[in-house]
């Protein structure tokens, strides 16, 4: 499923400018400021672009022309920074809350399964305050995936771990990504984050779109300076297992 | 230097526990036969229909209205909110004038209300709006703010989770606004109990019909000092019980909030 983002955000004295076509697991990076949460938000619908639409799967989540669906009805998961738990409800009913169809009963059956397949069924009752960073971090992502969407948000999902925590963390959304197979957005400010599971790199600066591509792409050939000082060492790493950016050749 | 501080603040708690103390030790059940005969029960009556029209009819206006200055962050929010801030530095005294001179007979509205064939001073509605005049500040200010504090991407996630405006307001914003509901219906609801000023300029004394038990208190005072201590006694006792009730935790948890 491919996302296309053509928009101008403006926001008082910033803006936004993005034209993106991507799927897969995409990073998006850039310095403080550059647009990278503002991006998320306006896929979700938290706010209104000026001009430009956004198309998920051939179907128009926004256009100027009069289309804005609400952000219920788009499908699209949002895990904002700090993920966002309700923290009067407990880690099952916070995944069943993202739970779209079915009674109540079968809501929280579904819950206790996602809940289950992560190792927390012995969490289920406890309130985001009372789990771990990591637990919080599962939770989340459970309850992400229990609405089953089409395209995943995730702004800086590992930015509330401990540095300990964060290598295991990584790991495992490497593989839930890879399981769900579903299209993301991953703002991130650690290269590691994109190389253990994103497809592609999205660059942001100053609200425009400096670089995006494939990630041995964007490494070897930076755009900018700012590139080239969050890519350097990565080219020694084990780039081998990254999957190839299926995109690129669907769409050109 | 040390010591000074602690007398003074000695001093303080004395002098509010003191009044009360004494209050409780200087009633006995001959000056509750007297209250009953001069109007206890329908005071206490008045009192308690009054409030809990006014305050549940705050809590009916007021919550949607708390929930738009949660929100709004425009001139016209804060404007909105000095207004309903106005209430609680204005003196009763002057609430019941003012009242009076926009819904009296020869008020401002006046002649619209009695078109609508509705005439509101000194009937048990003019009690009401006067208790509702000066306890909304306390009741909307607060859960305003709590509105204010909750962190907006959360509503963005449920939003996006697929839950509608409405199921995002009962599930989330309601919940853990919970609290400081409870806390500013308990202070409001006080508040209107004990209103005396307002009421009397905008609703009078008439018995049955417009004296509430602090009214009754004042009335019965000017003859005999023993039943309007009996009848403070009991306006203590109320206003204590049903504070304590709606700030205990059972209450908060049946509602949905974790206090």
């Avoid at chain 1, 799967?57 to 895990?79: K, M, N, S």
């Avoid at chain 1, 993202?98 to 289920?124: H, K, P, S």
């Avoid at chain 2, 199921?167 to 508040?191: D, E, K, N, Q, T």
Wanted: with cysteine; charged share 20%; proline share 7%.
């Amino acid at each position: 499923m491919t996302l296309e983002v053509c928009i101008t955000v403006e926001r008082g004295t910033f803006s936004l400018d993005v034209n993106i076509a991507c799927g897969g697991v995409t990073a998006v990076m850039g310095p403080n400021g550059a647009g990278k949460t503002t991006l998320l938000r306006a896929c979700v619908g938290a706010l209104r672009p000026s001009r430009g639409r956004i198309v998920l799967g051939g179907e128009t989540l926004f256009d100027e022309r009069g289309i804005d669906q609400p952000p219920e009805d788009r499908h699209v998961a949002y895990v904002p920074q700090g993920l966002g738990l309700f923290p009067h409800l407990s880690a099952l009913e916070n995944v069943a809350f993202g739970r779209r169809r079915g009674t109540d009963r079968e809501r929280r059956e579904a819950a206790i399964d996602l809940l289950g397949e992560l190792d927390l069924a012995g969490v289920c009752d406890r309130l985001p305050g009372e789990l771990s960073g990591g637990q919080q971090q599962k939770v989340a992502l459970a309850r992400a995936r229990a609405a089953e969407p089409r395209l995943l948000l995730l702004d800086e999902p590992l930015s509330a771990l401990d540095p300990t925590a964060r290598p295991r963390t990584r790991r495992f959304l490497a593989e839930w990504f890879e399981e769900t197979q579903l299209p993301a957005l991953v703002v991130t400010h650690d290269p590691a984050d994109a190389v253990e599971f994103a497809w592609a790199v999205l660059v942001l600066e100053g609200g425009r779109v400096t670089q995006h591509g494939a990630l041995e792409e964007v490494a070897v050939r930076p755009s900018t300076e700012f590139v080239a000082a969050l890519t350097a060492g990565l080219i020694d790493r084990p780039l081998g297992s990254v999957p190839p950016p299926s995109w690129i050749s669907e769409d050109e | 230097m040390r010591s000074i501080a602690a007398l003074g603040a000695a001093a303080l708690v004395l002098l509010v526990a003191l009044p009360i103390v004494a209050l409780a030790l200087s009633v006995s059940a001959a000056d509750f036969g007297e209250a009953v005969t001069r109007g206890l029960w329908e005071a206490l009556w008045l009192s308690l229909r009054s409030t809990t029209i006014a305050i549940g009819g705050l809590a009916v206006l007021g919550t949607p209205l708390a929930w738009w200055l949660g929100r709004e962050r425009g001139r016209l929010g804060r404007l909105v909110e000095a207004v309903m801030r106005l209430p609680a530095v204005t003196p009763p005294a002057v609430a019941g004038v003012a009242l009076l001179t926009a819904f009296g007979r020869q008020g401002v509205f006046g002649d619209t209300l009695s078109t609508l064939g509705v005439s509101l001073p000194f009937t048990p509605a003019a009690v009401v709006v006067a208790q509702v005049f000066v306890a909304a500040p306390f009741y909307v200010l607060p859960l305003a703010s709590a509105f204010r504090e909750i962190d907006e991407d959360l509503l963005w996630t449920a939003r996006s989770l697929g839950a509608t405006p409405a199921r995002v307001f009962f599930r989330i914003s309601l919940p853990l606004a919970m609290p400081a509901l409870l806390g500013g219906l308990a202070i409001a609801w006080a508040r209107a109990l004990g209103e005396f000023g307002a009421t009397l300029v905008f609703a009078g004394s008439l018995p049955g019909v417009t004296r509430t038990l602090p009214i009754a208190i004042y009335t019965t005072m000017e003859g005999d000092m023993a039943p309007a201590r009996a009848m403070s006694l009991v306006l203590l006792g109320f206003a204590l019980v049903m504070f304590l009730a709606l700030r205990s935790s059972p209450i908060a948890r049946a509602f949905g909030g974790r206090p």
